[in-house]
């Protein structure tokens, strides 16, 4: 008997017996998975998806990380609305298995770089984070703010955090980049098609973008975010010919596709960020411009009687042209759009007035803004049911459900972010960084200008690429700036013969 064995342990040791246990498994694999459907039941054919995706977290996390990035413009969002729950399929739950593995190797291996950790952008984001979960104690709904706080997490975690690691390598920002435009491209694709059956009009351009991205807002934000970047693409020309061709027809198709979005919001971040551009290509330095926007902000405030009452006198409708259409973004007497904006902002002031520490509770506002609206301010498009958005604003909505601290926090956030990009845009001697850490910069200008009137940080169709772009400042700050001015062998960027590839 224990020959016998001995002779089946051999055989099995063997490549021959490698080959027979697969042939085994696979026979039983199938005829099992035959029986099932017979049963109709399909759960079985995803195994082997789910035995190569849980390989990929163990030994390559950077694909599974890339794979996120090319589904999230695909991700659709399911919605119980029972439970109040809301998961973009397949991202989300592919982002929190990104944050397990990244925290399980956190603690096993402690070999993260301490300068990612000491990085002011990094320190205002943990501090961000630590906040979210002070405000989720005192939360009048602490499942709801300790959901929005889990669902933080699975965003800045792999995109940021491990983001970093991954952008050392200029080539991975480069395929980071590429690979959310691409399927962004089939969406938009999908959208003017849709547009196309509805004769392009202007109504059906808030909902053509579905189930992809849930309004033309959300769209209009990340085309109006990418449309810099892909500029930087074909007019840097260390790039191959084929790379800047592709750039050019997909920064096209972009610009296209903004235009038909009807996204005034966006149209509107991009025009200052192209503004921004310009004063930095001038050379005046940031803290002048910093006081202009302070002065500006000063201006507003004292004379904000006669500018309100200015605006009110515009009586300019959404129309067809391009032209009627932007002059309605200043209508703040018969537009829905911009009055039920003004209803949801006065209803968060009012509820900071009344909780001004610690706000209501990270994601709370939609569940409890509606008693805190004046029924003078209310519109066609009002609602007490909490279903339709929160308070428009990636500013007045954290002071409403995080205090004043959580607004401050978020200043803090784009002041650094676009010091840092600024400060390797001027420190670098790599002129293909100079020109992606410009681009990546003012593609976050459009969202944070976009973000006084939107927030979509709360989804993975706009954290993914905001906090992939701050990754990819933080790295190059980090890998490139510092490896620099220390004269160190830096392992990016990668020679200039493999940048036309």
Partial sequence: MRDKLQELKAFLSGTKGTYAVLYVISALFIGFNCLLIYHEIYWLLLLPVLMIIIYF?????????????????LAINITQRELRIGLSVPTEPLMFGVLLIFLLKLILNNDFDKRIWKHPLTLIILLQLTWILITSLTSVRPMVSFKFLLARLWFVVPFYLFGIHLFRDIANSRRF????????VLVVFFTIYNHYLWSFEQQAGHFVMEPFYNDHTAYGAILAMY?????????????????????FIVLIILLVALVLSYCRAAWISLALAIGVLFLVLLKIKFRWIALTAVVLGIILFTFQFEILTAMERNKQSKAATLTEHVRSISNISTDNSNLERINRWMSAFRMYKERPRFGWGPGTYQFE???????????????????????????????????????????????????TGLKVYHRTKIREIKYLSMSTTLGLITYFIHG????????????????????????MDIYTIRGEKENETVETPVPEASVKD
């Avoid at 980049?177 to 962004?184: E, R």
């Avoid at 006084?452 to 790295?475: E, H, Q, R």
């Fill in 227 to 247: 449309i810099p970047v892909f500029f930087g693409f074909m007019i840097y020309p260390e790039y191959s010919r084929l790379t800047r061709f592709f750039s």
């Fill in 177 to 184: 980049i590429w690979f959310y435009a691409i399927p962004l």
């Fill in 369 to 419: 803004y509606a008693p805190f609206q004046l029924s003078g301010e209310k519109t066609l498009i009002s609602t007490n049911a909490g279903d339709k958005g929160n308070a428009h604003s990636e500013y007045i909505g954290p002071l409403a459900e995080q205090g004043l601290p959580g607004m401050l926090i978020v200043v803090a956030l784009v002041v650094f972010m676009v010091m």
């Fill in 452 to 475: 006084l009137m939107n927030n979509f940080l709360d989804t993975d169709k706009a954290s993914v690429p905001v906090w992939g772009f701050m990754a990819i400042l933080v790295a």
């Fill in 57 to 73: 977290y163990f030994f390559h996390l950077d694909k599974i990380l890339l794979l996120i990035t090319l589904l999230t413009p």
